[in-house]
């Protein structure tokens, strides 16, 4: 079982970038090589739904002896597109090459894992969203019929060149499944969005990652990591690896509960899993557009935090924590956000910033 890198020219040093901004991207050898990275489906936790329709595609493509279908992971960052990528390529001990949108820049840049493909491999592309139109066309026929077709020549001695490839599979990765287009959305046969994980999951996940961090953590300091890591678990092991080096720095180096809130506070992640940044939005949305609705470009444009950030990384978990709303006229902050920051909610503007109410803007 080996994994390959492909780059391409583009951003020949370009990491895979998937993260929180508050978290450094992994480079490709990190990714494969993060210890705390399930490496079973039967070690992957929570996203169950997702985990017994991947069970049921690997069964069958061993007994048919056949390359995995083309897979498509949605949900934002940290939550385990990559990790089920990997999980994918031990259980079946194929070839796994990872690389991301943002580095094909051109059709030349994908060629080489096309014709170096071997029957059944993997080929892992984060942030398929990004990928160019062109290379995005290119990769049609290789998705459907295993085939790429070439260009040779110019004007009308031009004719084209079909070149048979191996069998194998595509998984793609994104943040936002809206930018997609549906031919290359459709060209996918399996669609696994990831949700948020429960407290129960994730404290579930620390307490074995502490484990293999040969670090002693209560119960209780698990379940308080677990709440204050905003339902991802790449954040949860960020936590888990910085409350470690505070336990072990200030006290006996094991992680009790005071030790975990003390650490945690420190790094200005609240009880709500908010850090700065969180808060930050917040303010700005309470404080400079009077609570909303406001677009996420002046949002982005106020706070200088560029819209990507926002939309992937900021957004996502504000509204499934209700702090904030989405309306067809912008952003708009709600009682939890006023009561959360301390600030008054001004009687006359209850939720939209206008008089028409909620439903006046649905
Ligand atoms: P994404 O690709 O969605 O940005 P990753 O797959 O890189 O997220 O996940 C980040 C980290 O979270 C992984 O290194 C892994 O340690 C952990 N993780 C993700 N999903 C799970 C899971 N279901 N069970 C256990 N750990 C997980």
Same mark, same amino acid.
């Given at each position: 079982m080996r994994e390959r890198k492909i780059q391409g020219s583009a951003t020949?040093?370009?990491?895979i970038t998937s993260g929180l901004s508050s978290i450094a991207p992994a480079s490709p050898d990190e990714i494969v090589n993060d210890?705390?990275?399930?490496?079973r489906l039967m070690d992957m936790i929570g996203q169950k739904a997702v985990a017994d329709r991947l069970r049921v595609a690997l069964e069958a493509c061993r007994i048919r002896g056949e390359a995995l279908p083309h897979i498509l992971f949605d949900g934002p960052?940290?939550?385990?597109k990559t990790t089920f990528a990997t999980v994918l390529h031990h259980e079946l001990g194929v070839e796994l090459a990872m690389t991301s949108g943002p580095a094909l820049d051109k059709k030349g840049d994908v060629m080489p894992f096309l014709t170096n493909a071997i029957e059944g491999s993997i080929l892992f592309i984060d942030?398929?969203?990004?990928?160019?139109k062109s290379v995005e066309e290119f990769i049609y026929p290789v998705m459907e019929d295993f085939r790429v077709d070439v260009v040779l020549g110019e004007g009308i001695s031009a004719r084209t060149l079909n070149l048979p490839l191996k069998k194998f599979t595509i998984i793609g990765a994104t943040?936002?499944?809206?930018?997609?287009s549906s031919p290359l959305r459709d060209r996918f046969h399996m669609h696994e969005h990831l949700e948020f994980y429960d407290i129960d999951d994730l404290a579930r996940i620390v307490t074995i990652n502490a484990a293999k961090l040969k670090t002693t953590i209560t119960q209780e300091a698990a379940i308080e990591l677990a709440h204050r890591s905003r339902g991802t678990p790449r954040l949860a092991n960020a936590r888990l690896r910085w409350v470690r080096d505070f336990a072990t720095a200030r006290a006996d180096g094991v992680v009790t509960v005071e030790i975990a809130r003390e650490a945690l506070d420190m790094q200005e992640i609240d009880r709500e899993a908010l850090d700065k940044q969180d808060r930050r939005y917040l303010e700005g949305l309470i404080k400079v557009f009077h609570g &909303? $609705?406001?677009g996420v470009e002046a949002l982005a444009a106020t706070l200088a935090i560029s819209v990507d950030t926002l939309a992937d990384e900021v957004e996502p978990y504000l509204l499934r924590s209700q702090f904030i709303i989405r309306t067809p006229r912008g952003r708009c902050a709600t009682p939890k956000a006023y009561k959360h920051l301390g600030i008054r909610q001004p009687?006359?503007?209850?939720?939209?910033? &206008? $008089?028409?109410?909620l439903f006046g803007l649905i």
């Amino acid at each position: 079982m080996r994994e390959r890198k492909i780059q391409g020219s583009a951003t020949p040093d370009s990491p895979i970038t998937s993260g929180l901004s508050s978290i450094a991207p992994a480079s490709p050898d990190e990714i494969v090589n993060d210890s705390l990275r399930p490496t079973r489906l039967m070690d992957m936790i929570g996203q169950k739904a997702v985990a017994d329709r991947l069970r049921v595609a690997l069964e069958a493509c061993r007994i048919r002896g056949e390359a995995l279908p083309h897979i498509l992971f949605d949900g934002p960052p940290g939550l385990g597109k990559t990790t089920f990528a990997t999980v994918l390529h031990h259980e079946l001990g194929v070839e796994l090459a990872m690389t991301s949108g943002p580095a094909l820049d051109k059709k030349g840049d994908v060629m080489p894992f096309l014709t170096n493909a071997i029957e059944g491999s993997i080929l892992f592309i984060d942030e398929i969203h990004r990928l160019p139109k062109s290379v995005e066309e290119f990769i049609y026929p290789v998705m459907e019929d295993f085939r790429v077709d070439v260009v040779l020549g110019e004007g009308i001695s031009a004719r084209t060149l079909n070149l048979p490839l191996k069998k194998f599979t595509i998984i793609g990765a994104t943040t936002r499944s809206g930018m997609l287009s549906s031919p290359l959305r459709d060209r996918f046969h399996m669609h696994e969005h990831l949700e948020f994980y429960d407290i129960d999951d994730l404290a579930r996940i620390v307490t074995i990652n502490a484990a293999k961090l040969k670090t002693t953590i209560t119960q209780e300091a698990a379940i308080e990591l677990a709440h204050r890591s905003r339902g991802t678990p790449r954040l949860a092991n960020a936590r888990l690896r910085w409350v470690r080096d505070f336990a072990t720095a200030r006290a006996d180096g094991v992680v009790t509960v005071e030790i975990a809130r003390e650490a945690l506070d420190m790094q200005e992640i609240d009880r709500e899993a908010l850090d700065k940044q969180d808060r930050r939005y917040l303010e700005g949305l309470i404080k400079v557009f009077h609570g &909303g $609705p406001a677009g996420v470009e002046a949002l982005a444009a106020t706070l200088a935090i560029s819209v990507d950030t926002l939309a992937d990384e900021v957004e996502p978990y504000l509204l499934r924590s209700q702090f904030i709303i989405r309306t067809p006229r912008g952003r708009c902050a709600t009682p939890k956000a006023y009561k959360h920051l301390g600030i008054r909610q001004p009687a006359n503007r209850p939720l939209t910033g &206008g $008089p028409e109410g909620l439903f006046g803007l649905i």
